[in-house]
C-alpha cells in the first residue's frame, strides 16, 4: 500500500488474462497424449466431442459475466495520485501460484478422462484458456474505447489473485492508456509503445 491513503491495484485483464497461458498449453498437452489412448469411444469420436467441447467451453468462458464486468466499467472511478500500479507479472505470478494445485488437479483429471473420452478433456481446458483470452481481448476493446485502463484493488481479489468481478469487487478505478507495464487487454506492453 502506498503513503497517503492509496490502494494496491492490478489489472483487470492482466488477471483475466493469468490463466489462459497454462490453461492452454496444460489443454494441448492433455489432449495430444489423450489422443495416444483409444479409450472407450474411440479417438474419432473423443477428438469430435473434444472439438465441440473446446468450442462451447471457450464461449461460455468469454461470456461468463460479462454484464458484471460491464457494470463495473460504467461506474469505474479515476484512480488516486496515491494509488500503485501492480506489475503485470506480479498480478501474473498471483494468479498461478494461488491456482497452481487447480491447473494440476485439471490436467490429471484431463489425463484421466482420455481413458474414456481420448482428447477431450484437454480439448475443454484448452477451451478454458482460449474463452479467458477472448473475454481479456474484449476488455482490452473497451478500455481502447473508453482511452483508459481498468484497474480492481488487490484487497478485492480472491485468496488465490483472481475473480476480478467477484462479490467483493465494489468498482474499478480507472487510468490514462500509458499507466502501468501492460497495454490493453492485459498483453505485454510493446517497447516501441513505451517511447
Same mark, same amino acid.
Given at each position: ?34 489422443? !495416444? ?15 465441440? !467441447? ?48 487447480? !491447473? ?5 483429471? =484431463? ?33 481502447? =474505447?473508453?482511452?483508459? !485502463? ?27 492508456? =500509458? ?17
Amino acid at each position: 500500500m502506498a503513503r497517503g491513503g492509496g490502494q494496491g491495484l492490478a489489472r483487470v485483464a492482466v488477471v483475466v488474462r493469468a490463466g489462459s497461458a497454462p490453461l492452454w498449453w496444460l489443454g494441448v498437452i492433455a489432449a495430444g497424449i489423450g489422443v !495416444l489412448v483409444p479409450g472407450l469411444t474411440g479417438r474419432r469420436i473423443g477428438v469430435l466431442a473434444g472439438a465441440a !467441447l473446446f468450442i462451447v467451453t471457450a464461449v461460455v468462458v468469454a461470456g461468463v459475466r460479462r454484464k458484471r464486468y460491464a457494470a463495473l466499467i460504467r461506474s469505474a472511478a479515476r484512480a488516486g495520485k496515491h494509488d500503485v500500479l501492480q506489475d503485470r507479472a506480479v498480478a501474473v505470478r498471483n494468479w498461478r501460484r494461488g491456482h497452481r494445485w487447480w !491447473l494440476l488437479l485439471a490436467f490429471l483429471a =484431463a489425463l484421466g478422462g482420455a481413458f474414456a473420452i481420448p482428447a477431450a478433456g484437454g480439448m475443454l481446458l484448452a477451451g478454458c484458456g482460449a474463452g479467458l483470452r477472448l473475454k481479456a481481448a474484449w476488455l482490452g476493446r473497451r478500455e481502447r =474505447a473508453e482511452n483508459a !485502463l481498468l484497474w480492481v484493488r488487490v484487497d478485492w481479489l480472491d485468496g488465490r489473485g483472481g475473480r476480478p468481478a467477484g462479490k467483493a469487487v465494489k468498482g474499478y478505478r480507472t487510468t490514462g492508456v =500509458a499507466a502501468g507495464d501492460a497495454a490493453p487487454g492485459g498483453a505485454r506492453r510493446r517497447t516501441a509503445a513505451l517511447v
